[in-house]
T-cell receptor, first 112, second 113 residues
Framework: DAKTTQPNSMESNEEEPVHLPCNHS???????IHWYRQLPSQGPEYVIH???SNVNNRMASLAIAEDRKSSTLILHRATLRDAAVYYC?????????????FGQGTRLTINP | EPEVTQTPSHQVTQMGQEVILRCVPI?????FYWYRQILGQKVEFLVS????????KSEIFDDQFSVERPDGSNFTLKIRSTKLEDSAMYFC???????????FGPGTRLTVT
């Protein structure tokens, strides 16, 4: 599985946008970019995924660089409930990858 | 909204004892997984299961571990002879198809003394 690099931690304020970066310079053409998060004392939770185009859902937006070597998860208006560890994961879905390979992720702190 | 459930939430056992961790995946899902997370460390993949057989397993998933889907709803992880280093949170997950997102349960905290 191709590797991703994320900052260890980030901090933001409630009701402000948050941009969580992820570098994946060795991404292959068939790797999808997935984001999961883990709230304190809970299991991981799917957030969003994309291949080439930017994606939006009710939880977040995913902005993917044109060369696909980096991506940014955007929380448009952070709440205290968004405090979690965010994981950027590459999955080669064309080859039918099943397992998720978690890194250390970014620990996001939200200040009231 | 459908969710993955796990029981028990916390299991304490003595070294050398057998434990069975139970999971009820989302009902129309076909792929099932176990992961573990040692305190303060990364979430690690253990095993994936489809069509009543293991489709992939990690190096952690040695002969002491086994998985089973004994009926149409439960998915279990058995550790035959627990070691101190098996103490961790164990998460069950399921997905509708192997390319789809995985839904995780709340986890079972296993403490081996």
């Amino acid at each position: 599985d191709a590797k991703t690099t994320q900052p260890n931690s980030m901090e933001s304020n409630e009701e402000e946008p948050v941009h969580l970066p992820c570098n994946h310079s060795t991404i292959s053409g068939t790797d999808y970019i997935h984001w999961y998060r883990q709230l304190p004392s809970q299991g991981p939770e799917y957030v969003i995924h994309g291949l080439t185009s930017n994606v939006n859902n009710r939880m977040a937006s995913l902005a993917i660089a044109e060369d696909r070597k980096s991506s940014t998860l955007i929380l448009h208006r952070a709440t205290l409930r968004d405090a979690a560890v965010y994981y950027c994961i590459l999955r080669d879905l064309i080859q039918g990858a099943q397992k998720l390979v978690f890194g250390q992720g970014t620990r996001l702190t939200i200040n009231p | 909204e459908p969710e993955v459930t796990q029981t028990p939430s916390h299991q304490v056992t003595q070294m050398g004892q057998e434990v069975i961790l139970r999971c009820v995946p989302i009902s129309n899902h076909l792929y099932f997984y176990w992961y573990r997370q040692i305190l303060g460390q990364k979430v690690e993949f253990l095993v994936s299961f489809y069509n009543n057989e293991i489709s992939e397993k990690s190096e952690i998933f040695d002969d002491q571990f086994s998985v089973e889907r004994p009926d149409g709803s439960n998915f279990t992880l058995k550790i035959r002879s627990t070691k101190l280093e098996d103490s961790a949170m164990y998460f069950c997950a399921s997905s509708e198809q192997q390319i789809h997102e995985q839904y995780f349960g709340p986890g079972t905290r296993l403490t081996v003394t």
